[in-house]
């Protein structure tokens, strides 16, 4: 039998291998980018990211190549940054060149583009700027936002009690007090805490959130032009999200027939007040497309993100309930048990908020924050990035710095504690980012956060019959959000100890 067919086919594969490496070679090394681990072609540097940790793997790479250093993704170059100093150097003192929104595969599918979070351009600037001041509008009238986060924190609070002291896993319930804050904001309406709907809209957010954080969903950031093709749950992402825009957009739908362009009573209702006023203009940035998924950016930002944040807050009060104690020594100094915490008293709580910004800054829910993008070719730190470039500030790596944090790998409310007690912030605490593409929802989040965990600490005690250990609070850091180990605690109601005592 004749190989030679054979051995010419693969001297044939074997040159054009070399020939394609050469040029990739050559390619790699002409451009000005900081530096990295050589990539490999169409694969990029895959190999350098182990199965299921992308998040440590960056950290690594980071303590061999610097705080800021190139990663190729499949064929497109990643810029890194990895410490508060290049973080604050890009996102803050070059704001305007690494204001756009990166690519993020699992997601891009269905959002193309669209909504405050991840337009570009001149429509994301008049979206955010809409939005910003939808939000301030609203919660500055009658029913402003502090309003409705303590008239929930009240529902919480009953709930709660209806438990009579039986151990349970807060998951579902932090998600639904927290999600119904925003609920009232976008829609005008609370839903009861047993509505089945409202437990599938929840359940896709948590889904949608879970599945970019798997291995295969982390396999469709590094290498999307080829995970695209093959299945797996990074491939129901979209099915998930068009189900939740189907919940939304019916919810819109009902809005709009009692539509009053002169009361609006909600940010839909601002929104289609918008789009009427718009109407005629062909270039309008206010359409059903933005007006749907700016609502979903508003509920990723401000239910899965801050409930997360709660639940790994009480994980760690369990295992410190020296710090428990003092949250509650405080609260019934400040605010007692005749009325609901209100903001008001947080700048008279210097060691709450300390431990809620720690609470924050260890649980790092958010580790790779979201990617920026270069609006143009960009010097910085003397390489050239060029225009298009995604960027990822490591959001997890400030958050650890040990420059800017005494034990960055330990949960301590020190951080933000002076030596007279006081409250102290620092530059390097950036759970919502920085920069122009800070969270939109931050301030929302600040309340949340004090109003929920004051309420429930004012009123009850943390138990659990499972003994926890240091190792249980530290982040898993593997992929896009940080979750905690699912647990069941008690909470037991204050009331008959203060009573005791």
């Known amino acids: 039998m004749d190989t030679t067919w054979l051995w010419s086919l693969q001297l044939f594969l074997l040159i054009a291998t ?27 540097n895959v190999l350098q990211i182990k199965r299921g940790e992308m998040v440590k793997s960056l950290l690594e790479l980071g303590k061999k190549y610097g705080p800021v250093y190139t990663l190729y993704f499949g064929p497109s170059p990643v810029i890194i940054l990895c410490d508060y100093q290049s973080i604050k150097e890009a996102l803050n003192d070059q704001a305007e060149e690494f204001s756009g929104r990166g690519k993020i595969p699992s997601w891009d599918q269905f959002f193309q583009g669209y909504g405050e979070s991840f337009s570009n351009g001149d429509e994301w600037k008049q979206l955010r700027r809409f939005s910003l001041t939808t939000l301030r509008n609203f919660g500055m009238g009658k029913r402003g936002i502090e309003e409705r986060i303590q008239e929930e924190a009240q529902f919480l609070v009953a709930e709660i009690k209806s438990y009579k002291g039986k151990p349970f896993d807060p998951t579902k319930i932090l998600v639904q007090c927290v999600s119904n804050v925003i609920c009232s904001v976008v829609f005008g309406q609370r839903y009861e805490y047993s509505n089945k709907d409202f437990h599938k809209l929840l359940y896709m957010f948590q889904a949608v959130f879970e599945d970019t954080s798997s291995t295969l969903g982390q396999l469709m950031t590094l290498l999307p032009n080829i995970m695209n093709h093959i299945p797996g749950p990074h491939k129901t992402v979209v099915n998930k999200l068009n189900k939740v825009n189907d919940f939304i957009l019916q919810r819109v739908k009902e809005n709009e027939k009692t539509l009053d362009p002169n009361s609006p009573r909600h940010f839909i209702d601002s929104f289609l007040i918008q789009m009427q006023k718009e109407k005629d203009n062909p270039v309008t940035k206010f359409h059903w497309k933005n007006l749907l998924c700016t609502i979903m950016n508003l509920f990723f930002a401000g239910t899965e993100t801050v409930s997360t944040t709660l639940r790994h807050g009480f994980l760690m009060l369990l295992i410190h309930p020296e710090i428990e104690e003092k949250l509650h020594e405080e609260i019934d100094r400040v605010v007692g048990q005749d009325r609901s915490p209100t903001i008001e008293d947080r700048s008279k709580m210097p060691y709450t908020d300390a431990v809620i910004h720690e609470i924050q800054r260890f649980s790092d829910v958010l580790p790779m924050s979201l990617p920026h993008l270069v609006m143009k070719d960009t010097q910085f730190r003397g390489y050239t990035i060029p225009k298009g470039t995604d960027v990822y500030p490591l959001i997890c790596a400030a958050l650890r710095d040990p420059k800017q944090f005494a034990t960055p790998n330990k949960f301590n409310p020190q951080h933000f504690l002076d030596d007279n007690g006081l409250f102290k912030s620092s530059n390097a605490f950036l759970p919502f980012s920085t920069g122009k593409r800070i969270c939109l929802g931050e301030g929302l989040a600040r309340m949340e956060l004090f109003l929920f965990l004051t309420n429930i600490l004012q009123n009850f005690k943390l138990h659990s019959e499972n003994q926890f250990a240091e190792d249980d609070i530290a982040p898993k850091m593997n992929g896009f959000a940080n979750y905690p180990l699912s647990y069941e605690f008690s909470l037991i109601p204050r009331v008959q100890s203060l009573l005791v005592l």
């Open 18 to 44: 070399m020939l394609i490496y050469s040029t990739w070679n050559k390619m790699y090394r002409k451009r000005n980018l900081p530096p990295g681990p050589t990539p490999i072609p169409l694969f990029g």
